[in-house]
């Protein structure tokens, strides 16, 4: 089950993930999950990004809603 900080971070990743703070408690747990991942842009520049376990859970969590 997900904290409500950690859905709420499940959803700023999906939607906006340049926003995210590298440094989210939040992050660690969902890392954990495997339902986000960390990106290597093609910039050099790092980005969160949604896992497929992290899409489906997020679409299983709105279909309940």
């Known amino acids: ?3 409500p900080h950690e ?3 499940l959803l700023l ?5 340049n926003q995210v703070e590298m440094e989210r ?3 660690d747990a969902l890392l954990e999950r ?3 991942q960390l990106e290597k842009l ?3 520049l790092r980005q969160w990004s949604l896992t497929e376990t992290g899409d489906t ?3 299983a969590i709105k279909r309940l809603s």
């Open 1 to 3: 089950m997900l904290s």
């Open 7 to 9: 859905f709420a971070t």
């Open 13 to 17: 990743v999906k939607d906006a993930p």
């Open 25 to 27: 408690d939040e992050l």
């Open 34 to 36: 495997q339902l986000v």
């Open 42 to 44: 093609a910039s050099g």
């Open 57 to 59: 859970a997020l679409r």
